[in-house]
C-alpha cells in the first residue's frame, strides 16, 4: 500500500531545532514535487515549503530563513529542518506528493 509516514516530532523549547523526516512506502519521489504543510490548532492546513524535482525550493514568509526542505530520491525521502523554532510553529506537519498524504506528526514549541 502506498504510504508516506512522517517522524522526528515532539516537543521543543523555542529557539530549538527539528528535523522532520518523510519516508516513502511504494511510491518514488523521482520527478516530483515534495511538499510540506501544517495545521496548528483551530487553523486551516497551510502550505509550508516544497522542492521540485530539480531541488529548487520555496517556502512560506513566515519560514524563510528557518526552515529548509531537501531530499533523497534513492532513499524516497524528504526532509525539514526546522530551526529557531517559535510557538507559531505549533501544528501537525504533514508531506505530500501529488496525491498523497501522510497522516501527520505533532511539533509544539513550548517553554
Known amino acids: 500500500q502506498a504510504q508516506l509516514l512522517e517522524s522526528g516530532g515532539g516537543l521543543v523549547q523555542p529557539g530549538g531545532s527539528l528535523r522532520l523526516s518523510c519516508a516513502s512506502s511504494?511510491?518514488?519521489?523521482?520527478?516530483?514535487?515534495l511538499a510540506w504543510y501544517r495545521q496548528a490548532p483551530a487553523k486551516q492546513r497551510e502550505w509550508v515549503a516544497v522542492i521540485g524535482s530539480n531541488g529548487v525550493t520555496h517556502y512560506v514568509d513566515s519560514v524563510k530563513g528557518r526552515f529548509t526542505v531537501s531530499r533523497d530520491d534513492v532513499e524516497n525521502t524528504a526532509f525539514l529542518q526546522m530551526d529557531n523554532l517559535k510557538p507559531d510553529d505549533t501544528a501537525v506537519y504533514y508531506c505530500?506528493?501529488?496525491?498523497?498524504w501522510g497522516k501527520g506528526i505533532l511539533v509544539t514549541v513550548s517553554s
Open positions: 505530500n506528493t501529488e496525491q498523497h
Open positions: 511504494g511510491i518514488s519521489f523521482s520527478g516530483h514535487p
